[in-house]
């Protein structure tokens, strides 16, 4: 694939198989990190950020990396390990962002909520992304329709009979679900789900979030404080696949390729119902 053939990936098509393929490989690359986790004791280091980084995420990034120079070639990829290191890579409006890790102090603890996420931006929005919780031999992927399915980490998607399709629920008159970070819970947060007709609020680690949201197990998810691309690309794309939207305070729908903000993020809040989103 070239970046002249790039913008086919907007074909409804292409964007499911591109979701299939993103599947199998955060599936596979499950495996390295539970070959991390199976140790006695997991070392790791602060990057620039403070934020830990792992055996377990260099090894899941350098095999996606080689993973997608393969299937992918010529398709720009912004790693987090390697935007990390202060490695820059020149891209138009489409490229491949990977979190090899997310949910890394998770990792740590041995909680099985931690991430492999996967995603394709084109003119600023994800068309297609899979996101792995190899502890929990689970997968979830969306490109035209999301789906999830159980897969044992290093291995691949199984058929599709075996797919259970998502679709987010429309916001219950009873009372709304919100999620919350484990690690990141600030009193913005708290203070926007006041505003809500919230009866049940959830705290989950790293991207499972977005994939609780595509599965109707709940109904929103803010975030105030900074995440990056990768953090939440591959989520989102799961997230509108499946009937969701994930937008910026004023409603738009949160963007992407800000190379200017190095990739930062700003606030935004993840809806399974979008009609919901005047209740705020």
């Known amino acids: 694939m070239t970046g002249q053939t790039m913008p086919i990936m907007n074909a409804r098509s292409d964007r499911q198989s591109l979701a299939r393929l993103f599947g199998d490989l955060v599936v596979g690359a499950g495996a390295l990190a539970m070959e ?25 990034e350098e095999y996606l990396l080689a993973a997608l120079a393969r299937d992918l070639p010529g398709v720009p990829i912004i790693a987090e390990e390697a935007a990390a290191r202060g490695e820059s890579v020149t891209h138009g409006s489409a490229f491949l962002l990977i979190d090899p890790i997310d949910g890394t102090r998770e990792f740590l603890a041995r909680s099985p909520e931690f991430t492999v996420n996967l995603a394709l931006i084109i003119d ?104 990056m691309e990768w953090d939440t690309a591959a989520g989102d794309a799961i997230l509108r696949a499946a009937g969701g939207a994930v937008l910026d305070p004023a409603g738009a729908p949160l963007l992407y390729n800000k190379a200017g903000a190095k990739y930062l993020n700003g606030s935004f809040i993840a809806w399974g119902d979008p009609s919901a989103s005047t209740l705020s």
Do not use: N
């Not at 991390?36 to 980084?53: C, N, T, Y």
């Open 124 to 227: 600023g929005a994800p068309v297609a992304g899979a996101i792995s919780a190899p502890a929990q031999a689970k997968v979830w992927f969306g490109g035209a329709d999301s789906f999830a399915a159980d897969a044992a980490p290093g291995g691949a998607l199984p058929a599709p009979q075996d797919w259970r399709r998502l679709r987010t629920r429309k916001a219950p008159p009873k009372g709304m679900t919100a999620l919350v970070s484990k690690s990141h819970l600030d009193a913005q947060t708290t203070d926007f789900i006041s505003r809500l007709p919230v009866i049940r609020r959830m705290s989950v680690g790293s991207s499972l979030k977005f994939c609780a949201v595509a599965e109707g197990l709940a109904d929103v998810y803010p975030r105030f404080g900074p995440t």
């Open 36 to 60: 991390v986790l199976a140790r006695p004791e997991i070392g790791a280091q602060l990057k620039s950020d403070k934020s830990p980084v792992t055996e377990a995420d260099e090894r899941v």
